[in-house]
């Protein structure tokens, strides 16, 4: 089984988009989760885990983690927030502490394939998720960023707000229009095709 994780707190978006897109393209079982909505807290380095490999908090992750130790892949994008990787995305990959304990390595050999979004240079969001997953003695398969989808686009201020994305790119608007919104997913040809080929990939190596 072939797991995808979608860090984004949007539940519809270009983070869901691109990470259902790779799991479709490899023909092969998958199950997808999406992190919105859900109540993941950090790590409170309580090392409780420290006895069997399992974190001890009770919130959402434990059916997440139970899922991540299933998995013969793990497929896990995330927004680009401030130049880094989002809250909730931290969280999520900071608990995977709890799987590397006395010499142990839960996740170990599992394919990695990490995806930034609104990370065009791969130089924030993708290069922590790779990190975690080498920490984890995960294989990273693949790696790509894809254009995101301001939230300054849908917050009703932007077109009139001269901190937001829409202002950088257009400057102040009457309205925002039809030709005014980035592409979605499906419109990124480009990357759209690196999801196509990173599925075949990941079919090759485990169909």
Known sequence: MILGISASGRPVGITDEVVKAVLL???????????????????????????????????????????????????FGAPNYYGTINALGHACLERTYSFRHQGKFCLEGKFGIAIGVDDQDKTS?????????????????????TDGYSQCYTCGFGHKCAVGSVYKKHGFLDEIKDEHLPPRFQEQEKNRCQAVE?????????G
């Open 198 to 206: 990173i599925g075949k990939q990941l079919k090759k190596k485990l």
């Open 125 to 145: 969001v993708v290069p922590y998720i790779k990190r975690m997953m080498v920490h984890n003695k995960m294989k990273i398969l693949a790696d790509f960023a």
């Open 25 to 75: 393209e490899s023909g092969l079982e998958w199950e997808y989760i999406s992190l919105a909505g859900k109540k993941i807290n950090g790590c409170i380095g309580c090392t409780r885990c420290a006895s069997d490999n399992r974190c001890k908090q009770k919130d959402d992750w434990n059916e997440i983690g139970d899922k991540m130790l299933e998995a013969e892949a793990i497929i």
